[in-house]
């Protein structure tokens, strides 16, 4: 079983910047894929960003040049640095692992750009 918890969400203004972390935890070993998803108000989750264990990445189009995923292993921790937010990005942010063939979900933090 895999715990994923995450912090950094809140409330910035158009411009600003976030970085989202998720942290995971139990009996774990070398998690593959780990990555961010988002759902907005009256809209379908969406994938943002994925990252495998050796590093490649993966960006929805709407964010590329603005967010960063990155990870650190020995942590069991995945990043999502977000620059240059605007209110399109306005969503509740899931953290996602995929360890041995399941997927795990976050409860999911609050993302909220002011215009």
């Known amino acids: 079983q895999v715990q994923l918890v995450e912090s950094g969400g809140g409330l910035v203004q158009a411009g600003g910047s976030l970085r989202l972390s998720c942290a995971a935890s139990?009996?774990?070993?070398?998690?593959?894929?780990m990555g961010w998803y988002r759902r907005a108000p009256g809209k379908q989750r969406e994938l943002v960003a994925t990252?495998?264990?050796?590093?490649?990445?993966n960006y929805a189009d709407s964010v590329k040049g603005r967010f960063t995923i990155s990870r650190d292993n020995m942590k069991d921790t995945v990043y999502l640095q977000m620059n240059s937010l605007n209110p399109e990005d306005t969503a509740v942010y899931y953290c996602n692992v995929d360890y041995r063939s399941q997927n795990y979900w976050g409860r999911g933090t609050q993302v909220t750009v002011s215009s």
């Open positions: 990252i495998t264990r050796d590093g490649f990445k």
């Open positions: 139990g009996n774990i070993f070398r998690i593959n894929t």
